[in-house]
């Protein structure tokens, strides 16, 4: 899963990994988190998330399958989170590495582009 430096990670795709790649470490993410400031890494460096609010109930469903659309079109499925009728919680890690790989961040950066502002 080598990353092209000059790539934009929403112009990446991913690439699919059933083990064997080695996560990326904290040091690894940081710099690539600049291209998805509104995620956060989780305190051992395993996941990222972010949040999101909607106005109602059936925005936060569209944007879910929004988001359902796009795992399913690039095979890298995040941890969805709907809670209090509105809120969203999207959580992305490799789970057959156990830790972050480049395809969480080209999601996250995915997600960003057909999130609302």
């Given at each position: 899963?080598?990353?092209?430096?000059?790539?934009?990670?929403?112009?990446?795709?991913?690439?699919?990994?059933?083990?064997?790649?080695?996560?990326?470490?904290?040091?690894?993410?940081?710099?690539?988190l600049a291209q998805v400031p509104l995620w956060q890494i989780d305190e051992p460096g395993d996941s990222i998330s972010r949040k999101f609010k909607f106005r109602d109930f059936v925005s936060a469903m569209a944007f879910?399958?929004?988001?359902?659309?796009?795992?399913?079109?690039?095979?890298?499925?995040?941890?969805?989170?709907?809670t209090g009728y509105r809120h969203v919680r999207i959580e992305l890690m490799t789970h057959a590495i156990g830790g972050l790989s480049d395809n969480d961040l080209i999601m996250a950066a995915k997600i960003d582009e057909v999130a609302p502002d």
């Open positions: 899963m080598e990353s092209d430096p000059t790539d934009t990670l929403a112009r990446r795709h991913c690439v699919p990994c059933e083990g064997g790649v080695e996560k990326l470490t904290v040091d690894q993410v940081r710099p690539l879910l399958q929004q988001v359902a659309d796009l795992a399913e079109e690039e095979q890298h499925h995040p941890d969805l989170h709907l």
